[in-house]
C-alpha cells in the first residue's frame, strides 16, 4: 500500500522522535509512503480510535506527553483538511466539549499542527490537533511542554 500526502514530500520528521521504536516505526511508514493517520494507514491498526465525526477521528495521543493529565489527538479525516471543508472547525470545538466532560476538567489547550513540519515542530504532516491538560499542581512543579516554532532539520518538509 502507498500512501502519500499528495504525491511528493516527506511524511515525518523522524528528528523529532526521541523514542527509539516509534523513530523506527516512522522510517519504516516513510520507506513505505504510509501515512498512519490517512483512512489506509488506520485501518493497518496504528491508531486506536475513541470516537469520530465527520471531519476528525479522535485518539488518546499515543504516546501520551509527560506531565499531562489527558491528550487526545484530533485527526483529519483527509491529509490536509481544506478552507472549503465546511464545519471542519466546529467540530473542533465539540471535540474540546468532550474532552473537558469527558476528562472531568476545567481546562484545555489545543495546538494545531497544519503545514510544514519545520514551522510547526511537527513529526508528521498529515493535519492534527492536539487537546491536553496539565495535572494539578503547585507552582514550580513541572508541567508539560509543547513545542512549537522553527525546527531546522525538518527544513522544506
Known sequence: MTMTRDGRGTLYCTERITAPERRALYRKLEQERVCQFCPEGIELGYVNI???LQHWYVTKNDPQYGGTFAHWTAISK???IGQN???????????QRRFVQ?????????????GNMSRTCASMSHDHVHFAVAHEGKLGDKTFQMDLGYWPKCEGL
Open 50 to 52: 475513541l470516537f469520530e
Open 78 to 80: 483527509k491529509h490536509h
Open 85 to 95: 471543508d465546511v464545519g471542519a472547525g466546529d467540530e473542533l470545538f465539540e471535540i
Open 102 to 114: 469527558d476528562n472531568g476538567v476545567d481546562a484545555v489547550c489545543m495546538v494545531q499542527r497544519r
